[in-house]
């Protein structure tokens, strides 16, 4: 990546407030997620649902799974606890060895892993969507078409994620967090600009996702040559502190993955369902990845450098008023959003997704809507599993998240038929069934990765918990009276212009919030309550 550099003597500047950083990092994350937004309202305008959508659905899916693994999953947990450690007891010198080292050995393994994916994009798009195989061979090859186009971002990305993970170890969270904008930006380009160049939209949408994972890439070097961390790759499988973050990542890959893998079994066997469904799944899930990934993902990001750094300095009540701060962050955030979600569902897809002259047709904002409630019944225990797991990998325990996440696939495979197969009968809903066995398997997985930090006494309560579970259930009492009440005419929202309905859900957005937001204050809850330091 470039030529050898002397590494920094400076001491890295002290941590910034994980409050300060988590809004940063959410506030960067925003912007992401909101350009995502815009991403699929122009999806939905161009693609609609079923047909060239579904096939995109899973196609983009593939390379997201992967990116969501590395990126943001078990590289990360794996390399941040060992890197803090270096950094912690060595010198820099030994420090930027590591990313040396750590660059050469997992460039040469995504290099061989792309290459077998592109050879074998055939293989894979029969793992992923068998139910084309066997009934609908013109969607199967062109998935397999779009995996050939799709799969080099892995390998992008996840080198992105190696970057952004260095980054954040320094405590530049902002870089990383404003990385992902771009994929935003070159899909919603590629859709409006380039999407009459094909034969069909969806292969100009995937050759974006490349160049995005290309331009995101080189977007974050010039930031780590700043800190003099800018990687000169070298094969060497023998460095110490390579061969322990393989043994750390090798369980870290499920022990993160655990959510995702029950969403990619949800759009799986959602092939073998009636048309439209993978769709109907995509833009629930881009709903409820909203709140998910502005901030469970931006406070996990934030704690896990300073974890791994307590961890280390073997500062366990630190560590365990890390994750308290965490949990109380989590619960602040995903309670409200969840409700809110669940009752503004139809609002919300029929003012993003809904438009005259638009492929989405009403039937298909229904058949979201109904999918969006069963996924926003997990969205605490999604965010909550994104704040736990850091728990256990900045203590470099990678078997427990592992183990527990085979009980909560388990568990999700043993309930799939009980709802599935009766929706599919009654009224081909199998999808709603998908996505709501996904959300009680994720509570599974929460709370046996909350009473595993408990028992080990790794994480102890705050005893101010009680009361604030009073204040946070009165406090989103109050919010679901109001949005209840300003909802007397929600089933006439599809009757109304564009204009009307973007009107009316931001003042019952903006009631909803306002009414939550005062009753907090007036419990006595305050911003600087959760000022933590790392």
Same mark, same amino acid.
């Given at each position: 990546?470039?030529?050898?550099?002397?590494?920094?003597?400076?001491?890295?500047?002290?941590?910034?407030?994980?409050?300060?950083?988590s809004?940063?990092?959410?506030?960067?994350?925003?912007?992401?997620?909101?350009?995502?937004?815009?991403?699929?309202?122009?999806?939905?305008?161009v693609?609609?649902?079923?047909?060239?959508?579904?096939?995109?659905?899973?196609?983009?899916?593939?390379?997201?799974?992967?990116?969501?693994?590395?990126?943001?999953?078990?590289?990360?947990?794996?390399?941040?606890?060992?890197?803090?450690?270096?950094?912690?007891?060595?010198?820099?010198?030994?420090?930027?060895?590591?990313?040396?080292?750590?660059?050469?050995?997992?460039?040469?393994?995504?290099?061989?892993?792309?290459?077998?994916?592109?050879?074998?994009?055939?293989?894979?798009?029969i793992?992923?969507?068998?139910?084309?195989?066997?009934?609908?061979?013109?969607?199967?090859?062109?998935?397999?078409?779009?995996?050939?186009i799709?799969?080099p971002?892995?390998?992008l990305?996840s080198?992105?994620?190696?970057?952004?993970?260095?980054?954040?170890?320094?405590?530049?969270?902002?870089?990383?967090?404003?990385?992902?904008?771009?994929?935003?930006?070159?899909?919603i380009?590629?859709?409006?600009?380039?999407?009459?160049?094909?034969?069909?939209?969806?292969?100009?949408?995937?050759?974006?996702i490349?160049?995005?994972?290309?331009?995101?890439?080189?977007?974050?070097?010039?930031?780590l040559?700043?800190?003099?961390?800018?990687?000169?790759?070298?094969?060497?499988?023998?460095?110490?502190?390579?061969?322990?973050?393989?043994?750390?990542?090798?369980?870290?890959?499920?022990?993160?993955?655990?959510?995702? $893998?029950?969403? +990619?079994?949800?759009?799986?066997?959602?092939?073998? =369902?009636? #048309?439209?469904?993978? @769709?109907? !799944? %995509? /833009?629930?899930?881009?709903l409820?990845?909203?709140?998910?990934?502005?901030?469970?993902?931006?406070?996990?990001?934030?704690?896990?450098?300073?974890?791994?750094?307590?961890?280390?300095?073997q500062?366990?009540?630190?560590?365990?008023?890390?994750?308290?701060?965490?949990?109380?962050?989590?619960? $602040?955030?995903? +309670?409200?959003?969840?409700?809110?979600?669940?009752? =503004?569902? #139809?609002?919300?897809? @029929?003012? !993003? %997704? /809904?438009?005259?002259?638009g492929?989405?047709?009403?039937?298909?904002?229904?058949?979201?809507?109904?999918?969006?409630?069963?996924?926003?019944?997990?969205?605490?225990?999604?965010?909550?599993?994104?704040?736990?797991?850091?728990?256990?990998?900045?203590?470099?325990?990678?078997?427990?998240?592992?183990?527990?996440?085979?009980?909560?696939?388990?568990?999700?495979?043993?309930?799939?038929?009980?709802?599935?197969?009766? !929706?599919v009968?009654?009224?081909?809903?199998?999808?709603?069934?998908?996505?709501?066995?996904?959300a009680?398997?994720?509570?599974?997985?929460?709370?046996?990765?909350?009473?595993?930090?408990?028992?080990?006494?790794?994480?102890?309560?705050?005893?101010?918990?009680?009361?604030l579970?009073?204040?946070?259930?009165?406090?989103?009492?109050?919010?679901v009276?109001?949005?209840?009440?300003?909802?007397?005419?929600?089933?006439?929202? !599809?009757?109304?212009?564009?204009?009307?309905?973007?009107?009316?859900?931001?003042?019952?957005?903006?009631?909803?919030?306002?009414?939550?937001?005062?009753?907090?204050?007036?419990?006595?809850?305050?911003?600087?309550?959760?000022?933590?330091?790392?």
């Amino acid at each position: 990546m470039s030529a050898p550099q002397q590494p920094s003597t400076e001491k890295p500047s002290k941590p910034r407030s994980m409050l300060r950083s988590s809004l940063l990092t959410g506030s960067m994350t925003m912007m992401s997620r909101v350009l995502g937004l815009i991403r699929d309202i122009v999806l939905a305008n161009v693609l609609g649902a079923g047909g060239a959508m579904d096939v995109f659905a899973i196609a983009q899916k593939i390379p997201n799974f992967f990116r969501r693994l590395f990126a943001e999953g078990a590289f990360s947990q794996a390399f941040i606890p060992v890197l803090a450690e270096y950094r912690e007891k060595g010198a820099n010198a030994a420090v930027k060895e590591l990313v040396d080292r750590v660059a050469g050995s997992l460039g040469s393994i995504l290099l061989i892993f792309t290459l077998l994916g592109v050879v074998g994009a055939f293989v894979i798009a029969i793992i992923f969507a068998p139910g084309w195989y066997v009934e609908k061979p013109e969607k199967f090859s062109f998935l397999i078409d779009l995996v050939r186009i799709t799969f080099p971002y892995l390998m992008l990305i996840s080198l992105t994620g190696f970057a952004g993970a260095i980054l954040n170890s320094y405590d530049r969270f902002a870089i990383p967090a404003v990385t992902p904008i771009f994929l935003n930006i070159f899909m919603i380009a590629a859709a409006l600009l380039f999407a009459e160049c094909f034969s069909s939209p969806a292969y100009a949408l995937a050759w974006s996702i490349v160049a995005a994972g290309l331009f995101s890439l080189l977007f974050q070097l010039p930031f780590l040559h700043q800190i003099q961390m800018l990687p000169s790759p070298k094969w060497d499988w023998s460095h110490p502190g390579v061969k322990r973050i393989l043994v750390l990542m090798a369980p870290a890959l499920f022990g993160v993955s655990v959510s995702q $893998l029950n969403l +990619l079994a949800d759009s799986i066997i959602a092939t073998f =369902l009636v #048309e439209g469904s993978p @769709s109907w !799944l %995509f /833009y629930s899930d881009r709903l409820v990845e909203l709140p998910l990934g502005v901030f469970g993902v931006a406070i996990a990001t934030v704690i896990m450098p300073g974890l791994s750094r307590q961890n280390a300095a073997q500062s366990a009540e630190k560590f365990s008023q890390t994750l308290d701060w965490a949990i109380r962050f989590v619960v $602040l955030i995903a +309670l409200p959003a969840t409700l809110a979600l669940i009752i =503004l569902s #139809e609002p919300i897809l @029929s003012t !993003l %997704f /809904y438009h005259q002259g638009g492929e989405m047709k009403a039937s298909d904002i229904l058949k979201s809507t109904y999918s969006l409630r069963a996924y926003a019944l997990g969205l605490f225990a999604f965010m909550l599993i994104k704040v736990l797991v850091p728990g256990y990998f900045a203590r470099q325990d990678m078997k427990t998240p592992v183990r527990i996440g085979v009980i909560s696939i388990g568990a999700n495979i043993l309930m799939k038929p009980f709802f599935v197969i009766p !929706l599919v009968m009654l009224w081909e809903l199998g999808h709603v069934g998908l996505a709501l066995t996904t959300a009680l398997a994720a509570y599974v997985n929460a709370f046996l990765l909350y009473r595993g930090l408990r028992k080990q006494s790794i994480y102890n309560p705050s005893p101010e918990w009680p009361m604030l579970w009073l204040k946070y259930a009165l406090s989103n009492l109050v919010m679901v009276i109001v949005l209840l009440a300003m909802g007397y005419c929600w089933n006439q929202w !599809l009757e109304w212009s564009t204009f009307d309905r973007i009107l009316r859900l931001t003042v019952v957005c903006i009631a909803g919030l306002g009414s939550y937001l005062a009753c907090l204050w007036l419990t006595g809850i305050r911003l600087r309550d959760f000022k933590h330091h790392h």
